[in-house]
């Protein structure tokens, strides 16, 4: 093995549509999984079940298994649920019995106040005329991109305490 040459890969066709298909599962387990993160799910901790909308072709076993998810199953749960959303998808897990709701609730009561401090902050300072006139344009632009995205924030953390409201 030392002496011999590393192998040629010349010969070996690509199929593109093959990566494309597994870069795709990958990515919509990352999103699972992300989810899963965002309710405090322990990673490895296999949860029941899981739906969702769109075409996995033969990507369900391999988005369920790496997610960590019992059964994969099409269409939307019944009661309450959170989604994420991938390009042509949606994946929604059911709460129930998987969250606290009271504590889930007070928590995301906690980040919408501090979102909103940050939120102030920076509109404040972009409502201030002498601030954008001094300031260089790239750090005036950041700032907006920061209001925005604190107001996309902000929206998501709405909807999720009307569904988590006790």
């Known amino acids: 093995l030392m002496a011999a040459e590393w192998p040629s890969l010349a010969g070996i066709q690509i199929d593109e549509n093959a990566e494309t298909s597994v870069e795709r599962w990958l990515e919509l387990t990352r999103s699972v999984r992300a989810l899963r993160a965002e309710l405090g799910l322990a990673a490895m901790k296999q949860i029941e079940e899981a739906y969702f909308e769109g075409d996995l072709g ?3 076993t391999i988005v369920a298994n790496q997610a960590w998810i019992g059964e994969l199953k099409q269409g939307r749960p019944k009661g309450k649920y959170l989604s994420v ?3 042509g998808m949606d994946f929604h897990i059911p709460t129930a019995g998987l969250v606290d709701e009271a504590a889930e609730s007070k928590r995301i009561g906690a980040q919408i106040e501090k979102t909103l401090v940050d939120l102030t902050k920076l509109e404040s300072r972009l409502n201030n005329p002498s601030f ?3 300031a260089k344009p790239e750090v005036v632009e950041k700032e907006r991109a920061s ?7 902000l929206a998501k953390l709405e909807e999720r305490r009307r569904l988590f409201s006790v």
Do not use: M, T
Request: hydrophobic letters at 40%; one cysteine or more.
């Open 147 to 153: 209001v925005a995205e604190l107001k996309e924030i």
């Open 132 to 134: 954008v006139e001094r």
């Open 85 to 87: 959303s991938c390009p």
């Open 58 to 60: 033969e990507g369900a």
